[in-house]
Every structure is written in structure tokens, then in C-alpha cells.
């Protein structure tokens, strides 16, 4: 099946099937949704007017049996942080749409009348159908009411309430294997779906598949790649304990951003630990290990069952555990699975909405360690779009500006994640420069600065910080356009013969002759693009710092402060 | 000497979470390893008093020591 672009035109409502041109044709997930987005869009529009576009591309790789190729990406202006965005997701939509010969999505212009629709992909392009019985829904509600028995064949896109109403901080969701969701969190993509009124997108490749120029070549690079993956023993960590296995060891290092940014640990970590969280989803039968598409060979995921045993939620991540945990000093897993289903099913980002919840703490809107009252706020304000509920909803930022904090956690409008940027100093030249506002997943430096993987960088020096982050952030971009999960890269930076195979698996799929070089070298194209985009937008290297506290508030227990200089942030951008 | 000895992960499976411990002087943090069976290869991440150390330094009293196996997330 020879790929195409399905265009969505959403003001007329029409839609058309394009041969992909030559310039795209190189590109996939990441590089491919922000190669069409620099393209396309004019970069000072309104991210949530009719000049935006939102762009869905499974990876290079996505549709094959390539060992953990199922990420999907998706793409715009975002209405967050006024930067080009792209957010991905595992869950069972890249595949899929890779099986139905889509090489990319795009969805143009805004309805003319206040009506709410739906799409519908199959390889013979987009249907778009008027929606009126799951306005308003959950998540949860609309996947039950599309595919009562979950039908893997399927996969569906949707947004909850927050997407509805536009809130900054809104999801789109992702089907998981289970009926459960992943979510393209960052960056508020669930507001530009909102804007252009589509309430959910169902994917039927209707027994599509993916064509391999290569198969012999294909399935040996495979099987040396998926051995590398599985063999690694972070990998196995992963599988055993999910990613919160990291809440103890980044409090031990003094770089868990605790009560609202003040502390760099938490007092209560045991109790929101990835070792106790696996006791009690053991204890309670649960599955500490599930995997969020098929053919992931790591399953970081896992299904976390209430005291009596009924599911409460899957795939609650280190970082929305410290969020809700540490950052707002809640110490009861119970209590921030709630918060997480509950945030799945509004379709809101469980990073920007609880580091919100911080910052509103601080602000007196309600006390630090409250979950029972952060789970109110979010089912009756947030999802009722009231006042409070949607100054939460449009983020930390927002929150922030709106009770007059000024500690205030976000780089470019958003949300700084789960590693305090004093302590762990890769990890703040990976904020201050990202092109996507702070996001650890752009340039994880934490392999270097604090796992020991990929070599040793301290995190308290500055020394080699640069360098670290920008080698991270080109190899992401890279990694990111081919559908690969991001925890490949443990075994690309450990393991000599996971990078080659997986160049092999790009060869093998496209009869193409790529070198490891050329791979990075798209990862720098998709860098700088993204850079250019932002600067046509407005964004100048004053963007690119960090909120001025952690400049000169100190850090406990190392009584730290970032101490890069504006020189040496701009510095990052030499390559 | 007293120091704090923290192991973590599957470290802790029939071990423990945390114990004083009261060691002689010159015993290195390899030796520590070591004395729980634990294999070096399988040590991820070391940690003294919050800050990575290595298996050849020696804990003075009132340390923090931290053992973690190879781990991972993000």
C-alpha cells in the first residue's frame, strides 16, 4: 500500500486523498508532523483560529512488527506555549493508521456553523460525520460507546471536557490495547481538536498492511534490535517496576522538585514509591506489567486496582506521581490514581494540570497535601468548565498569573517537570532551550546526570551540560520521527548494536541506504526547523531561560542554585 | 563508625529498606556491596550523602549510603 496524505478541510468540510510529495517522503512522526506544520502554518497565527493545523503522523516504522514502533505523533501550533508542538503517545492509533496507508493526517480551518463532528479513516481517505450523543462525555464514555468490546481493530482519537472548552492544558487521548488510554499530553493539542470542533477520530485500516521493501533484511534487523531492547537491564526495571521507580532515586539525589518547587525531597516518598506501588497493585491484583501497544517489548505500563480491587487506572507515570505527589505533597498512591484517572478521563495533562495544582496551593486556593480536594476541583470545576476550573485548566502559567505567584514553575508557558533544573543541571538546559517549552522527554539528560547510562555527567556541575543536552535533544528528534518509544534510547546508548539495527529496520522498510549519520543529522534539520518556526513566531533566546527563582532561590539539601549564564544557555545552539 | 545504609528496588527483596549500621574503619563502599551479596555488576547508581560515589571510597561516620541496581523511567 503506497502511503498518502489525508487532508481534512473542517471550514468546508470537505476532505481529499494527496500523493506525498518528495520533500516529505523522508519524514515521519515528529520530523514529518513539524516539517508540515513550518510548511504550512503561518507561525503568528492563533493557535486556536482557522490558520491553524493539527498534524497526525504515525513514525517511519509504525505498522511493523518493529519491536516497540508504536508511538504515534501529533502536531501544531501550541495554544500553551505559542511554539511549534509536537506531543506522542503509544496506544494502538499508529499502527493503525500506518496499516491504512495514512503517511499523515492534516485537519484545516474551523466549522462555520457551532455543530460538533467526528472523522472516520479507513484507506479510502476521511469521512466526516456531524456529532451530537458524546458532547460533553469523558473519555472513557466515548471509547465504551464506540467499541463496547474493544475492538483492537479500531483505534480512536478523542478529547474529553477539556478539549471541549479549550483549555490550554487539554489531551488528546489514545485507545491502549485494553480500552484503557495513553495521551499526546503536552502542550494543550486537545484545544486545537476542540477548536476545530472534532469530538473523536476512529482509525479502521480495514485489513491493511505495511509494505516492506526488505523482508529477510527486515526481520534480522528486528530481531537483533528487540534483543538489544529486552536484554537491557533498564528495560527490565521498567517492565518491573514501571518508570516511578524513579521517585526514590531522584529524591536520594536531591533533584525531586517538592511543595511547589522549595525542596529538592520529599519526606513521604516511600509511600508514593515505584517499590510501594508495586506491592499494592500485587497485593491487589493489578498487573505491575502491561504493555501500551502491541509489540512493545519493555511494558512499562501497569493496571493499578482501588483497595477492593476494581481497576482504577493504567499507565500512571513517574512524573504525574511526583506531580500530584511530591510537587503538591500528596502521600497516598490512592489518591493521585484517582486524580490520574480522572485527569485521563477530562483529557487534561497530568504534569502541567498537578504542577497547577502546586502553584494554586502555594496561592492558598487550597492546602498543600489536600488530594481529596485536587480531586474535587477536578470533577466539579475543571469539568464543569467553571471559573476556577478553568483557570486550572489553562495551566501553570495561568494559574500563576491568575492569584499572583511568582514562583511559578514553566519554560515558554509550560509546565517544568519532575527534575529540579538546580540540582540536575542537564535537565535546565533542556528546559530553558527546548523548542517545545520545558519537556524532560526532549533531552533526557537524567541517563547521563544521574543513571549512569550513556556515561557520567554530575548534575550539581555544569561542566559538559551543554553538550549532554544538545546530543540528547538531536538524537530525540531523530528517534521521535521514526515511531520508536523514547526508552529505546537506554539501549542505543548502552548497546553498539541497537542503533545500527534500528538504522537496518529504516533500510529494510523503505530499500533505502541511511547511515547513523544521516539519522542524526535529520535530528538536527528537525531541531533547527522547529527553532525557525518559533523564531517567525516572536521567540527570541530571552525565551529560552528559566523562571528567575530558581536563579537565586537555593535548593535543599545542596543549596543549589542554576547558574548558567545567558551566554552560555545560547551557546546550546551551536551545531 | 555509624552510617545509613539505603537499598532500593529489587535490592531490598530479602534485604531491607534501610539500617544503621556500624562499620570499621577503612571499609569501603565495594566492601559494604559486597557483604549484602550483592553482585557489582548488577549496581546501578551509587549515592553518598546525595551525591554519586564509587565503590572504592570509604563512608565516614553519620554517611548516607544509597544502593540502587540498574534503573530506569522517565
Known amino acids: ?575 | 563508625m555509624k552510617i545509613t545504609v539505603k537499598l532500593f528496588a529489587y535490592f531490598r527483596d530479602n534485604r531491607f529498606s534501610i539500617e544503621e549500621w556500624d562499620i570499621e574503619p577503612n571499609t569501603t563502599v565495594g566492601n559494604i556491596v559486597d557483604s549484602l551479596h550483592i553482585d557489582r555488576e548488577e549496581v546501578g547508581v551509587l549515592m553518598m550523602n546525595h551525591k554519586h560515589t564509587k565503590f572504592e571510597v570509604q563512608p565516614q561516620t553519620g554517611d548516607i549510603l544509597a544502593i540502587f541496581p540498574v534503573v530506569g523511567g522517565g
Open chain 1, 1 to 575: 500500500m503506497v502511503d498518502k496524505i489525508f487532508r481534512v478541510n473542517m471550514t468546508d468540510l470537505t476532505t481529499s486523498v494527496e500523493e506525498v510529495p518528495e520533500a516529505w517522503a523522508g519524514h515521519g512522526g515528529r520530523g514529518l508532523t513539524s516539517t508540515i506544520i513550518a510548511e504550512e502554518v503561518e507561525p503568528t497565527c492563533h493557535p486556536l483560529g482557522k490558520n491553524n493545523k493539527l498534524v497526525i503522523a504515525p513514525g517511519l516504522l509504525s505498522g511493523t512488527v518493529a519491536a516497540n514502533s508504536g508511538r504515534l505523533s501529533i502536531g501544531a501550533k501550541s495554544p500553551l506555549t505559542g511554539t511549534i508542538k509536537e506531543s506522542n503517545a503509544g496506544g494502538t492509533s499508529a499502527q493503525l493508521l500506518a496499516k491504512a496507508g495514512c503517511k499523515a493526517v492534516i485537519i484545516e480551518g474551523l466549522p462555520k456553523e457551532d455543530k460538533w463532528y467526528s472523522l472516520a479513516i479507513t484507506p479510502a481517505g476521511v469521512t466526516i460525520k456531524e456529532e451530537t450523543e458524546r458532547i460533553g462525555m469523558g473519555n472513557f464514555d466515548v471509547i465504551k460507546s464506540i467499541s463496547p468490546e474493544h475492538d483492537n481493530k479500531i483505534g480512536i482519537l478523542t478529547i474529553g471536557q477539556a478539549g471541549e472548552m479549550k483549555m490550554t492544558s487539554a489531551n488528546i487521548s489514545i485507545q491502549d490495547p485494553d480500552g484503557g488510554l495513553r495521551s499526546c499530553g503536552r502542550g494543550g493539542l486537545g484545544a486545537v481538536m476542540g477548536s476545530k470542533k472534532i469530538k473523536f477520530i476512529t482509525i479502521d485500516p480495514e485489513g491493511g498492511k505495511v509494505d516492506i521493501a526488505d523482508p529477510a533484511k527486515f526481520k534480522a534487523a528486528n530481531r537483533t534490535f528487540a534483543k538489544a531492547l529486552a536484554g537491557h537491564p533498564i528495560s527490565q526495571a521498567l517492565g518491573a517496576y514501571g518508570t516511578n521507580v524513579l521517585v526514590n532515586i531522584i529524591n536520594e539525589s536531591g533533584g525531586l522538585p517538592t511543595k511547589n518547587f522549595t525542596q529538592g525531597q520529599f519526606a513521604d516518598h516511600e509511600a508514593i514509591s515505584g517499590e510501594t506501588m508495586v506491592d499494592l497493585i500485587n497485593e491487589r491484583g493489578g498487573k505491575a506489567k502491561h504493555n501500551c501497544h502491541a509489540g512493545c517489548v519493555i511494558q512499562c505500563s501497569q493496571i493499578y486496582n482501588d483497595a477492593k480491587g476494581n481497576k482504577l487506572t493504567s499507565g500512571i507515570e513517574f512524573e504525574s506521581v511526583w506531580a500530584m505527589g511530591a510537587d503538591c505533597c500528596v502521600a497516598d498512591l490512592d489518591c493521585i490514581a484517582e486524580a490520574d484517572r480522572i485527569m485521563d478521563d477530562i483529557g487534561i495533562d497530568s504534569i502541567e494540570t498537578s504542577v497547577a495544582m502546586g502553584v494554586a496551593m502555594e496561592a492558598g486556593v487550597l492546602e498543600f497535601g489536600d488530594g481529596v480536594e485536587i480531586c474535587r476541583i477536578l470533577r466539579d470545576e475543571v469539568t464543569k468548565g467553571t471559573a476556577l476550573g478553568r483557570i486550572v485548566g489553562n495551566g501553570t502559567g495561568s494559574v500563576g498569573r491568575s492569584f499572583g505567584v511568582t514562583r511559578v514553575p514553566v519554560v515558554k508557558n509550560q509546565a517544568i517537570p519532575a527534575y529540579d533544573p538546580r540540582a540536575i543541571k542537564g535537565m535546565g538546559i533542556t528546559y530553558a532551550t527546548s523548542t517545545q517549552g520545558a519537556d524532560h522527554t526532549m533531552g533526557y539528560t537524567i541517563t547521563t546526570n544521574i543513571l549512569n547510562v550513556g556515561g557520567q555527567v554530575d548534575p550539581l556541575s555544569k561542566e559538559g551540560q551543554i553538550e549532554l543536552s544538545r546530543n540528547l535533544q538531536i538524537a530525540t528528534a531523530a528517534i521521535d520521527s521514526t515511531g520508536m518509544c523514547l526508552f529505546i534510547a537506554f539501549a542505543v546508548l548502552d548497546d553498539e548494536t541497537c542503533l545500527p539495527a534500528l538504522v537496518d529496520l529504516l533500510n529494510a522498510r523503505f530499500d533505502i541506504a541511511l547511515t547513523i549519520d544521516d539519522v542524526m543529522s535529520l535530528g538536527k534539520h528537525i531541531l533547527k526547523l522547529e527553532r525557525k518556526f518559533n523564531i517567525a513566531a516572536g521567540f527570541t533566546a530571552a525565551d529560552d531561560r528559566l523562571p528567575e527563582f530558581f536563579y537565586d532561590e537555593p535548593l535543599a539539601p545542596h543549596n543549589v542554585v542554576f547558574d548558567f549564564t545567558a551566554e552560555e544557555i545560547d551557546s546550546f545552539w551551536n551545531f
